[in-house]
């Protein structure tokens, strides 16, 4: 099983980090704190996010993405005039399939793993055949085993949907289950 950085990777926690949003947008489109425009940038392959827009576009909590950033399962883009990470939709693309993966109970390194397959997948110059083959097999892996773990919600859903369907008929009924 995943090791404790793994199951606190996972603390998908509804935002209970505070921070409520991203904030209003000044003038020029940047994002206003505290009434001031922050210094985020526009790079050339896009615009540029901090980590509150990443938590927030991922519905993630900031440490949550912090931790996946430390692990390496995402690594900013650029970096602001003061020193902020900053993301592309790229980065978030990868916190989305991070998020993906973790209720199907893949470990950090399967994650890793499976974006070095994507990554690599993506790169322009994978000139050979076999090696491109190989990734692609590295990627039905994963895609299969996504089915099996689907299934086996699947499975633990149904017996929770009939566990909470008898408490309510015996509530309904005042018989014992």
Request: aromatic letters at 2%; a neutral charge.
């Given at each position: 099983?995943?090791?404790?950085?793994?199951?606190?990777?996972?603390d998908?926690?509804?935002?209970?980090?505070?921070?409520?949003?991203?904030g209003?947008?000044a003038?020029?489109?940047?994002?206003?704190?505290?009434?001031?425009?922050?210094?985020?940038?526009?790079?050339?392959?896009g615009?540029h996010?901090?980590?509150?827009e990443?938590?927030?576009?991922?519905?993630?909590?900031?440490?949550?993405?912090?931790?996946?950033?430390?692990?390496?399962?995402?690594?900013?883009?650029?970096?602001?005039?003061?020193?902020?990470?900053?993301?592309?939709?790229?980065?978030v693309?990868?916190?989305?399939v991070?998020?993906?993966?973790?209720?199907?109970?893949?470990?950090?390194?399967?994650?890793?793993?499976?974006l070095?397959?994507?990554?690599?997948?993506?790169?322009?110059?994978?000139?050979?055949p076999?090696?491109?083959?190989?990734?692609?097999?590295r990627?039905?892996?994963?895609?299969?085993?996504?089915i099996?773990?689907?299934?086996?919600?699947?499975?633990r859903?149904?017996?929770a949907?009939?566990f909470?369907a008898?408490?309510r008929?015996?509530?309904c009924?005042?018989?014992?289950?």
């Amino acid at each position: 099983m995943g090791s404790a950085a793994d199951s606190r990777a996972g603390d998908v926690d509804g935002r209970s980090d505070g921070t409520g949003g991203s904030g209003a947008r000044a003038a020029g489109g940047k994002a206003a704190v505290d009434g001031r425009a922050d210094d985020r940038i526009d790079g050339i392959d896009g615009r540029h996010m901090q980590i509150g827009e990443d938590a927030e576009r991922t519905e993630l909590s900031l440490r949550t993405v912090r931790h996946y950033k430390e692990t390496g399962l995402v690594v900013p883009s650029a970096r602001s005039r003061g020193g902020f990470r900053l993301c592309t939709e790229s980065d978030v693309a990868r916190l989305m399939v991070v998020r993906r993966m973790k209720p199907l109970g893949f470990t950090l390194e399967e994650m890793r793993d499976l974006l070095d397959a994507t990554d690599r997948l993506d790169a322009e110059g994978l000139a050979d055949p076999a090696q491109r083959q190989a990734l692609l097999e590295r990627v039905a892996e994963y895609e299969r085993a996504a089915i099996r773990k689907t299934e086996v919600l699947r499975v633990r859903l149904a017996r929770a949907e009939d566990f909470a369907a008898t408490l309510r008929a015996r509530i309904c009924d005042g018989t014992s289950p």
